[in-house]
């Protein structure tokens, strides 16, 4: 369960779709995401989810998007020894990447988009993403919701139907006291 419940986090935040057996609190070097979180909550993400107990998993659900939340990956490049500066204040824009591929000048063409900050295609296609899967999870929501409603809707038909024969018993009960009542006077 909390699997699923994160997966919808991580897609809802980041417009990014995960499996839920692929979520981990303590991500791969190759996932698109990872967490943000309080110190407080640090030790929990030490390990992952699979060797937490029920009260632990129970507590991060609790927390989620209080004290923790998804945010992307951001990671940087192993450069080669030459290349490699002094402090991270000195690397360029073109040092880091999301994922591990190294920007050259025969791939520089296909990561563009996503280096230029002022491009507002990107901005807009990390919006469209973003809004659809937000749109996926609120079909979502509202197939469950929509079952639920279906379910009491089933349900108060029965009391109705009860409520009814209940009626339908009290003004039978209702004349046989009356004629008896004429009889008896």
Same mark, same amino acid.
């Given at each position: 369960?909390?699997?699923?419940?994160?997966?919808?986090?991580?897609g809802?935040?980041?417009?990014?779709?995960?499996?839920?057996?692929?979520?981990?609190?303590?991500?791969?070097?190759?996932?698109?995401?990872?967490?943000r979180?309080?110190?407080?909550?640090?030790?929990?993400?030490?390990?992952?989810?699979? #060797?937490?107990?029920?009260?632990?998993?129970?507590?991060?659900?609790?927390? @989620? %998007?209080?004290k923790?939340?998804?945010?992307?990956? @951001?990671?940087?490049? +192993?450069?080669?020894?030459?290349?490699?500066?002094?402090?991270?204040?000195?690397?360029s824009?073109?040092? @880091?990447?999301?994922?591990?591929?190294?920007?050259?000048?025969?791939?520089?063409? +296909?990561?563009?988009?996503? @280096?230029?900050?002022?491009?507002?295609?990107?901005?807009?296609? +990390?919006?469209?993403?973003?809004? %659809?899967? #937000?749109?996926?999870?609120?079909?979502?929501?509202?197939?469950?919701?929509?079952?639920?409603?279906?379910?009491?809707?089933?349900?108060?038909?029965?009391?109705e139907?009860?409520?009814?024969?209940?009626?339908?018993?009290?003004?039978?009960?209702? %004349?046989?006291?009356?004629?008896?009542?004429?009889?008896?006077?």
């Open positions: 369960m909390s699997h699923k419940i994160f997966t919808e986090q991580i809802f935040r980041l417009g990014i779709e995960i499996n839920p057996r692929d979520v981990r609190l303590v991500p791969y070097h190759i996932d698109p995401y990872c967490w979180y309080d110190d407080s909550l640090a030790s929990l993400f030490e390990k992952p989810l699979s #060797q937490h107990d029920v009260l632990v998993r129970r507590r991060l659900l609790e927390e @989620l %998007g209080r923790f939340e998804a945010t992307y990956a @951001l990671r940087e490049i +192993q450069l080669p020894e030459s290349e490699v500066v002094s402090s991270p204040s000195e690397r824009p073109k040092e @880091l990447l999301l994922g591990e591929r190294i920007l050259s000048s025969d791939n520089k063409e +296909q990561f563009s988009p996503l @280096l230029d900050d002022n491009d507002p295609q990107v901005g807009l296609r +990390q919006q469209v993403q973003k809004l %659809g899967s #937000q749109l996926r999870i609120l079909n979502s929501e509202q197939q469950r919701q929509s079952k639920l409603l279906d379910g009491q809707r089933k349900h108060l038909s029965k009391l139907s009860l409520l009814r024969n209940c009626s339908n018993s009290l003004r039978t009960l209702d %004349g046989r006291l009356l004629r008896a009542e004429k009889q008896s006077a």
